[in-house]
């Protein structure tokens, strides 16, 4: 029966990673590069916009509503 626990909690462990995806590892400098990043108001565009500004780069946000991307700058 413990068994049984011990491989339900790996299982979970490992499809919970595989759940959140890759993580991004770049550093490479990014301050000479434009960037159009298309439904960057949620979501993965949101979490790309997020990181692509940490590393520096001109972002033009493509969104359907200006409303909903004012959050997002």
Do not use: H
Not at 8 to 34: H, N, W
Request: glycine letters at 8%.
């Amino acid at each position: 029966m413990i068994t049984w626990i011990i491989i339900g909690i790996v299982v979970a462990i490992i499809f919970r990673r595989y759940i959140q995806g890759p993580i991004c590892k770049i550093e490479k400098d990014l301050t000479s590069q434009i960037v159009i990043v298309t439904g960057s108001n949620t979501g993965i565009g949101a979490d790309t916009v997020r990181r692509l500004a940490e590393l520096g780069a001109t972002i033009i946000l493509a969104n359907r509503s200006k409303e909903r991307t004012l959050p997002i700058l």
